[in-house]
């Protein structure tokens, strides 16, 4: 399984991420913020994630971030939306 969850740079969204990354059926978590640069949570869960864990930069108020988003986590996918 594959999940997107969006605003996991603190708060539910990170608690959320936590939780998935070390299931076995999860096998990528593409984690979505603002600024995932500067989150400080999410560097750290990516760089214990082994590769599980797929940073993307995403403001939902920003209409050409939000439009690259997509392709992004197709392309990644096997440019599958599933």
């Given at each position: ?15 959320l ?56 986590v ?9």
């Amino acid at each position: 399984m594959r999940v997107f969850v969006q605003g996991a740079s603190r708060g539910i969204g990170l608690a959320l991420t936590r939780h998935l990354l070390p299931r076995d059926e999860v096998e990528i978590v593409f984690a979505s913020s603002r600024n995932p640069g500067t989150a400080a949570g999410l560097i750290e869960l990516n760089s214990a994630s082994g590769g599980r864990l797929s940073l993307v930069e995403l403001d939902v108020i920003d209409e050409q971030r939000y439009r690259s988003c997509g392709p992004m986590v197709s392309n990644a996918n096997g440019g599958s939306s599933r």
